[in-house]
Structure formats: structure tokens, C-alpha cells
């Protein structure tokens, strides 16, 4: 076999990289998306609006003219240490509890290297952050899921996986990526409790945590853990929905032993997150979030508002969907037999994007089901696009029917 | 078992990460050099006095002022268009052919995750970078190694090796970390030939490339490879050497059919590198990068002029080294049975810090030698931390003599 065909590299491949590294049918789907004209509830984007781009350029300017070595040069595993102390001061642990990484992203890659072993199983809800099984499937997990639902978590099905041991529950408890689901404090504590119970690490990942449009935020996982006296926790967040996505700038909070751990598999994959960016994100962050944060509720909260009126208007009674209390998603159910991917192929024809809910599933399931982005259209574009996807479910559901 | 105890954590860390991901006893006695007053010739560090500072803080500006969004915002995981194209057209291939890495050692953990399946052989150079083991090593492969000593590699060695069709080999062709070693024409056809010859694909890590002291570079690897038809290395470089390793910007260039598996690896592995980092070196990097590197050279082809004069003055007639032709590091060999360990224990007492050759090893071996880098010393530091060096090699060796 000549060492320049397709074959010879791909036999070649490691059997993850076969098995478990792929691109996924709706990341094909997806790339429909970036044609012109299309109206996208798909992507998970920040508002670009929002990025607080002069307070970063005068970061840029300072940071380059006073600490240009520090910010140019190689730099701790660990991250930037101002940062980190930061961080840890916010949230109330020890900067040794504190591991920078290179966006959420890179924690749960991390996570996977350091504690899946080909086979073990690990805990999911369904639906599920698709990014997630991404990071952990390279490393060749089964995976056991409970249901999210309207009344939140199944808690006799949680109990009862969690009773197996799995190796640890990967958990969106605030507005979660896909559904924008919030678990409540009851299922919050009872959460806790049992994953203390049957000894079963949680990781919580808390992306969206500032995000609430209003009242008091919950007490997280991680939290009610500690306030029980265990440390049985992981908690990974960002500044990616705060701040900016493109610094890929994120933290993981972790019991020191596994911050160490993380830190030897983190040296081995990227030496460190790139200083300049952990160094513009303290000086911009520093000082608190605060009146950047408003903003960014205000305008998610308005599209969220909009988002829903035009889905009472416009979608048919058979179709539901939630009202989320924060964070950028909606999550939509089409009725029973009805694949929200055909939708997708439909409504792409209208010029118009969602996620098809199928992926976000571990282990299959949600086929009727979507997820809509409201925080980065335009009114008009909120109010055009739900209108065609109306139209859209109305067609598909006329050729169901028929 | 508390869930708040270390055993509790360790227990759950996986198979990989207890065995294959741990801090190794050169990283322990290297954050010795961090101690104030150390003269270091340890860290791999570029002279940050040559950052080119000035054109960075221009370009920040011009991006934040006219392209924020694109900088903040999520982006692709190929890498920024532009620059991309940039690089492909200066290494002489397609932009498809081109992924952009988050630093070189990305790229490499990425290959060991693609190709590694637990127990594949994987075929390094003695020595060979240490930053290669640590990526690979979580992917659990076995090591065959091939000595790189004063005449180059050990051809007949290396044929046998490549008999027996390891996954792949690895190697660093040019002014190699840790040793200096720049592999001359003729080896370079020889191993592009074998390694065709037995289909065992190479991975050509040139992070030094650039930085020939004086005449006319050789071709890579890949460049032999491509030339006689074949297309049989992959080859990694990086903006490290040449602008900043801060910003964390490498590149892999591999055939189509395996960067599209690394792409689908990269996404779950950190989405993406950071848009704005990218478009900081795609301004900077875009119209050649030549006066920058001429600094550099001459910066480090004076140090190394130093750093062998002042080993001249004051090893002893039993220690050897070589005078390498561009890079950052130069490797001394001690007498046979003495540690470079243990000197490095003396010498650090000293206030003198170097890195021990045993970790380079993938195999062990290489006890009595040692890097040294000459890139970020001053020219009193050179002279003054060799002459201390000198006189710990001489008190070490009338121990062992004695």
C-alpha cells in the first residue's frame, strides 16, 4: 500500500480515534449555517455586542507596556497566579483549589483523560452538553443517563444509577446547555446528598451561573457539598458567557489532589493557557463583572421575552417549549413522532437554524426535540425566524398527519 | 471511606493517570530554580528582551479597533482563515493540509490521541523531547528508542526498529530539544527512505527550523518526503521560537484525511485556538518574519560562542559537549558513571541550574548527561554560572575518583 492513500493513514488511527472520535451528523448539518441570509437560533454565541472590547484594548496596551516578558513568555501550568487568586477569593477556596484551563472545554478533556478508564460508566443527564461527550468519548466510557424533564431530574432513576457507582455524574444544574433548565434547590440538595451517599464524584458545570435574568441565584452543587462538610465536587466555569469566548479563558475548582493531577495532565497537552489572555481576563475582571453582567441579562432577558411571544404566536398547540429564568437557551418538544432533524432539513430551506435535540442524548432519545439560541439574534431576526419555523413544524406536521 | 480524603480522588483516577501521568523528579527539582539568585541555563525559555513587543501592541490595536468580533467571538477549529493560508503557502501546501495548534505540544498530545492505542509501539529518538513522552504517555504506548550520539542515529539500529513497524517514529530533526543535534542531509534521506520503505509513518517535530546560525537550511523531512512522492510525515512547528510562546500558536501539517480526525479531536479537546492570538501572529507573522529571526540568531549564535568558550576555560578534560550550528540548547556529557543528577544537586547549592539528560531518555540511560540552554542568559551569567558549573563537575569527580 503506497503511504500517501487515505487508507494507509486511517489504518493508522487508534481504535478511539476510530470508534469514538467522529465527526457528528449535525455538526455536517450545522455547516449549512454559516451560508449567507440564514436566520441562526444554532450556535451557542455570545452576543459580540456585549464583549467589553475597550476595556480590553486598554488591558492590551497596559499589559504590553508594563509586564510585555510576563505576558509574552511561558508561564505556569497552573495559570496566571493573580488570576487564579482572584478566582479563588470570588469563590471562596484556596488558589491551590484552582486550576486555569483553556475554556471549559479543555477542564472536561482534562477530566476525561484523568478519571475515564476505557469502560467505566459515567452518569449524563438526557439531554446532555453534546460538548461533554465529546471531551469524555475519546477516553471510551459507557454512559447511563436520567431523564431532565419538566418536574427536573427522575429521582428514583438518579438513585437508582447512582447506586451502580458510577465512576462519577456529569450535571448542567443552571440553565443547562441545551434544555436552560434550572434545577431547583430541592433536587439541588437531594442531588448532593445522594452523590455523597453512594460516593459518587459530581462535576458540575456551571457555565451560565451568572446569568440569571432575575432574583437571587441558587446555592451551586458545589456549594452545598462543601456547606455538608464533604468536598465531593469538581466545579468548572467560565468566562467565555461573561466576559468573551474567544480568549478560551475558563477554571476548574477541584480537592487539591486533583487540581495536582490535572495540573501533570495539563502540562502534557498544552504546557499552559496562554498568559496574555489569563492576564487581560484579571484586569478586566478583577474589579468585578458587575454592570458588564446587566447588560448582558438585559439583552438575553428581552430576546428571551421575544423569543417566547413569538412561539406562543406562531407555533401549534402540539408543540412546548420552557420559559428559562436565565442563561441563552430555550428547548423545544415537538410532538411525538415528529424528528426535529427532518425540521432541521426543512427549515434550513426557509433559512432557518436550530440544534436538533438528538445529539445532546448519551444514549439516544429526543428526537422530537430542539434547542433554540436566543442570545445572539436580532429582534427582527427572532420574530422572522420563529415565524418560519412555524411555518415549517405546520408542513411537517401536515405531511405527519396526512 | 469520607468523600473528602486524597485515597477517596486517587482511587477514581483512572488506569492512565495513575500510571502514565505523574510529576517526574526532574519537574520537582526544577521548581528549585525558581529561587531568586539562581543563574538558569534549565528552562527552554526564548529571550524575551526580543519579543517584538511594539508590532504586538500595534496589532492589538488594530484588531480590537477593526475586527473585535472576530477576535472574541467563538472560531473555527481549524484555525483563523487567514492565517491558515498563510502558513500553508509558506511551508508549500494546501490550507487543508494545515491545522492550527494551541502551542506544538497540542499537537502532539493531539497525534498521541489520534494514533496511540495502549501498547503500540511508538519508535523516539535517545534522547528526545520530553514533552513528547509526557503527551504520548497518557495514551499508553511502549517506547523503542534509537541512540542520537555523535555521528547522528544509529542507522542499523534504527532500520532494525523500523522493521518491526512501530505506530510511528518521532523525531526532531533540527537543532533537537534537548540535544542540539542537527541531523545532516544524508541521515535525513535515510530515515525519509526507511521510513517509507517499511511504512511506518514519521512525525517530524521542528519547533527550531528556523534558527540555522549560519548557511543555508537543510530541507525537512517532509519536504525529502514530499520530493520523492511519498507523503509520509507529518510536521509540526510553531510561532515559539521565532515571536512569542506566550500566545500559544503552533501548527501541524499533516495530509488531509488526518487533519480532518485531528480537527474532530481538537473540537472536544478545546473547541478551538484562541481567535484573537491567532490574529496577533497572522499581523506580525504575515509579511515574513526575517529581520525578527536575524535578531534572534545573532543573539543566541553569540551566547553559544560564550557559553562553549567559557566550558573550554573551565570543564575539566573528561567532560564533552557540542558546538551546535543554531537553536537554544547544548548538551554536555559527563564521565562515565557520574550522575548528572547529583551534580545537579551540588550545582544548584551553587546557584547554577541545568536540566539532567536522564528524563529525555524514553528508556533510561543518558545518567552522566545534561542540557543546557543558552538562549536567555546574559553574557555574565554565561560566564560566571559555566565557571561555577566547572568547579562542581571537578569537586563532584574528585569524590567519585577519591
Not at 466545579?235 to 489532589?257: E, Q, Y
Not at 484586569?283 to 413569538?310: C, F, S
Request: with cysteine; net charge negative; proline share 7%.
Amino acid at each position: 500500500m503506497a503511504p500517501h492513500s487515505d487508507a494507509y493513514w486511517e489504518e493508522r488511527f487508534s481504535g478511539r480515534a476510530r470508534q469514538r472520535i467522529q465527526s457528528s451528523t449535525i455538526r455536517e448539518l450545522l455547516k449549512l449555517t454559516r451560508q449567507p441570509g440564514i436566520i441562526s437560533f444554532s450556535g451557542g454565541l455570545p452576543a459580540p455586542e456585549l464583549f467589553p472590547v475597550e476595556a480590553l484594548a486598554a488591558a492590551s496596551e497596559r499589559i504590553l507596556r508594563d509586564k510585555p516578558s510576563e505576558a509574552l513568555q511561558y508561564g505556569p501550568t497552573e495559570g496566571y497566579p493573580e488570576l487564579r487568586e482572584c478566582i479563588a477569593a470570588q469563590q471562596g477556596v484556596e488558589p491551590e483549589e484552582v486550576l486555569i484551563v483553556s475554556g471549559s472545554q479543555q477542564g472536561l478533556d482534562l477530566l476525561g483523560k484523568v478519571f475515564i478508564h476505557p469502560g467505566d460508566q459515567v452518569l449524563v443527564e438526557a439531554p446532555t452538553y453534546m460538548g461533554a461527550l465529546q471531551a469524555f468519548n475519546p477516553y471510551e466510557p459507557e454512559y447511563l443517563s436520567v431523564q431532565l424533564g419538566d418536574t427536573g431530574l427522575e429521582m428514583d432513576v438518579l438513585e437508582a444509577a447512582l447506586q451502580t457507582r458510577p465512576k462519577f455524574m456529569y450535571a448542567l444544574p443552571t440553565f443547562q446547555n441545551p434544555s436552560g433548565w434550572l434545577l431547583d434547590l430541592a433536587q439541588r440538595q437531594q442531588l448532593v446528598e445522594l452523590a455523597a451517599r453512594y460516593e459518587v464524584p459530581l462535576i458540575e458545570d456551571d457555565a451560565y451561573a451568572a446569568l440569571y435574568f432575575n432574583g437571587k441565584p441558587l446555592p451551586t452543587l458545589f456549594e452545598l457539598d462543601r456547606a455538608r462538610g464533604s468536598n465531593n465536587v469538581i466545579r468548572l466555569s467560565t468566562f467565555s458567557k461573561t466576559l468573551t469566548p474567544g480568549l478560551r479563558v475558563a477554571w476548574v475548582i477541584a480537592p487539591k489532589v486533583v487540581i495536582r493531577k490535572l495540573v501533570q495532565a495539563k502540562q502534557g497537552t498544552d504546557l499552559h493557557t496562554p498568559s496574555f489572555n489569563q492576564m487581560l481576563v484579571y484586569e478586566v475582571a478583577q474589579g468585578g463583572l458587575g454592570p458588564q453582567i446587566e447588560r448582558i441579562r438585559a439583552k438575553y432577558q428581552r430576546n428571551r421575552d421575544l423569543m417566547h411571544a413569538a412561539l406562543s404566536a406562531h407555533m401549534p398547540v402540539s408543540v412546548r417549549w420552557n420559559r428559562p429564568e436565565g442563561g441563552m437557551f430555550l428547548w423545544l418538544r415537538l410532538p411525538e413522532g415528529m424528528s426535529a432533524t427532518e425540521l432541521f432539513k426543512r427549515s434550513i430551506e426557509q433559512k432557518v437554524a436550530f440544534v436538533p435535540g438528538l445529539p445532546f442524548h448519551a444514549n439516544g432519545g429526543g428526537e422530537n426535540t430542539l434547542r433554540l439560541s436566543f442570545s445572539q439574534p436580532t429582534e427582527t431576526q427572532i420574530q422572522e425566524g420563529i415565524a418560519r419555523l412555524g411555518q415549517a413544524v405546520e408542513s411537517l406536521l401536515g405531511m405527519v398527519s396526512s
